[in-house]
């Protein structure tokens, strides 16, 4: 085991550290034909990864013995703690080729010899600029974003054209070679040649304990060495592992649409259909906690891209309307408190207008309504309530002939559901990436139409992924809420999800157009009144890890 050092400190001879592309020829031809010029010429020693690091085959065949199950990762913490935390620490001075395309790691790695208290020269000598301006005062780094350049303590300029022969690209090379000579001559005095650890930050300060614990002062560049390197490696793996970050998955939705048509048709082939269309849209709640849909013979692509449209029109109205008819939405049961009126509400990034059953409206008058919008679009979104309605009776019709193998499984009397409806705006924030954190739903059935990516459902809660979710024209999404999942004996899963942020600014808002269902009085399940059957669930205590989770999700922001 390497012995612990609080300094490290460089070499008699003055080390430099080559930073720069290495993916093709011309890279590495012109990084080894620098490097000759710095030693042969000047007596430097350079340390050139792609001569002194490593190859990735020979680490790859010298780790094979240990049997480590990801060898690519492996590969990767060698190399990354073999250049930030050993060639750059033992180097004085960090030269940097900052031509275009810039290299990511090339910017890393003078960004951390900055940070360590290197000497670093950026030098430039490319034509293209992707941020280039016409004049020199105001583009003193020749195009090149600002944010690499400022983390140079020295930063050189070479405007010549791209020259035409051997012979004048030594030249310029030479040019090159000189003005970093005597830059550092100039200067070099000016930067410690020892890095104390306790000075740096944690993650400077691991990556460079890693470093000690796979390379010694002692050890030399070659492959012959790589056996120890690997047998370190080995033995010190879940240690020197601690610097990759905690990794959150995103896989792509299946695009597995199930067609509900045939549960509004009345054909005897439509009939027999039922069945296999029930069992798809099961296997699909099962298999992804959501499944798509369409019900063109309800609900088709113009009426659905028309009621968006009215959703849009609906956030347009002014401020004081908007906080005229605002509530609480920290209330917890607002459907009681209000009534099941609707009502304008608003969080910190999203704002919702939520309409309860048209006939409970206990009590609103028609002026109420219209000081909020006109009674044409009232009427339209009376409609589209009323559809949404049946709509939740088939799926519910669809989950009984699938979990029972009949359709007497949720049995509805006087069609008696509880269906908020309700339109969401998530405008574009750039203070947030999630906009809307993890929740259930507690509902029975969300039903949702979304006009941008935004949704997404967890997939693996111990390791973060998320599965995106969208849905195109006519297509809405179908996820469980608490209710059902209580009501079928956790059979269906309550979906965990959220809803993240536009990318860029220049996105439309996100527009969501969502029924919560819930299961009225009169839907019976075995005899008994749901309502029933969940309350004595609900008394049992069953959220409690759920809430949990919840819990944890939003504490972690």
């Excluded at 509805?412 to 990436?433: A, F, G, K, Q, S």
Aim: charged fraction near 30%.
């Amino acid at each position: 085991m390497l012995s612990k050092v609080s300094t490290m400190k460089v070499q008699t001879t003055m080390e430099i550290y080559g930073a720069g592309s290495l993916f093709n020829l011309r890279e590495t031809h012109f990084n080894s034909m620098l490097t000759k010029l710095l030693e042969d010429n000047e007596g430097f020693k350079v340390n050139l990864p792609q001569r002194d690091g490593f190859e990735f085959s020979n680490l790859s065949n010298s780790l094979k013995p240990y049997q480590i199950k990801d060898i690519n990762s492996a590969i990767q913490e060698i190399i990354f703690y073999y250049d930030l935390g050993y060639l750059i620490p033992k180097s004085q001075v960090i030269i940097a080729n900052l031509d275009e395309p810039l290299d990511p790691g090339v910017d890393i790695e003078i960004a951390h010899a900055f940070l360590l208290g290197k000497m670093v020269i950026g030098y430039r000598n490319d034509s293209r600029g992707p941020f280039k301006v016409n004049s020199t005062d105001l583009d003193p780094f020749r195009g090149m974003h600002f944010f690499p350049a400022l983390q140079c303590t020295h930063f050189i300029n070479q405007s010549v054209s791209p020259p035409k022969t051997h012979y004048e690209g030594l030249y310029e090379m030479k040019r090159l070679v000189d003005k970093i000579v005597e830059i550092i001559k100039q200067d070099v005095k000016k930067y410690s040649p020892e890095i104390v650890k306790s000075k740096c930050s944690d993650k400077v300060r691991q990556i460079l304990e890693g470093a000690e614990l796979l390379f010694d002062s002692h050890w030399k560049n070659g492959n012959a060495h790589l056996e120890e390197i690997c047998k370190r490696f080995n033995e010190n793996k879940e240690k020197l592992g601690q610097i990759r970050p905690i990794q959150f998955n995103i896989i792509p939705a299946k695009d597995n649409v199930v067609d509900l048509n045939c549960f509004f048709e009345i054909s005897e082939e439509s009939v027999k259909k039922r069945k296999e269309t029930a069992m798809s849209f099961l296997k699909n709640l099962e298999n992804d906690g959501c499944s798509k849909i369409t019900c063109s013979n309800l609900i088709s692509k113009e009426e659905l891209c028309n009621y968006v449209k009215l959703t849009r029109e609906v956030f347009k109205i002014s401020k004081d309307i908007k906080e005229k008819y605002s509530i609480d939405r920290e209330a917890k049961d607002y459907a009681k408190k209000y009534g099941f009126r609707s009502k304008l509400g608003h969080e910190d990034n999203f704002e919702y207008f939520i309409t309860g059953n048209f006939h409970k409206l206990n009590g609103w008058t028609k002026q109420e309504f219209t000081g909020m919008m006109s009674e044409d679009k009232l009427e339209e979104i009376k409609k589209f309530h009323s559809k949404m309605n049946k709509l939740s009776l088939v799926i519910l019709e669809a989950l009984g002939l699938s979990l029972k193998n009949q359709d007497s499984f949720l049995k509805n009397e006087n069609e008696d559901v509880w269906n908020d409806l309700v339109m969401i705006n998530y405008p574009w924030v750039n203070h947030t990436r999630v906009v809307k954190a993890g929740h259930y739903d507690y509902s029975a059935l969300a039903i949702l139409h979304t006009t941008n990516s935004g949704l997404q459902f967890e997939v693996d809660y111990e390791n973060g992924v998320w599965k995106d979710v969208t849905t195109d024209e006519g297509e809405f999404v179908v996820n469980c809420g608490e209710m059902l999942e209580a009501l079928t004996n956790k059979k269906l899963k309550s979906a965990f999800h959220r809803v993240i942020s536009a990318p860029y600014e220049e996105f439309d808002s996100r527009i969501s157009v969502l029924s919560f269902v819930n299961l009225g009085k009169g839907m019976k399940i075995n005899g008994e009144s749901c309502w029933e059957f969940y309350d004595k669930i609900l008394k049992s205590n069953q959220n409690e890890i759920r809430k949990k989770k919840i819990d944890d999700f939003n504490s972690q922001g």
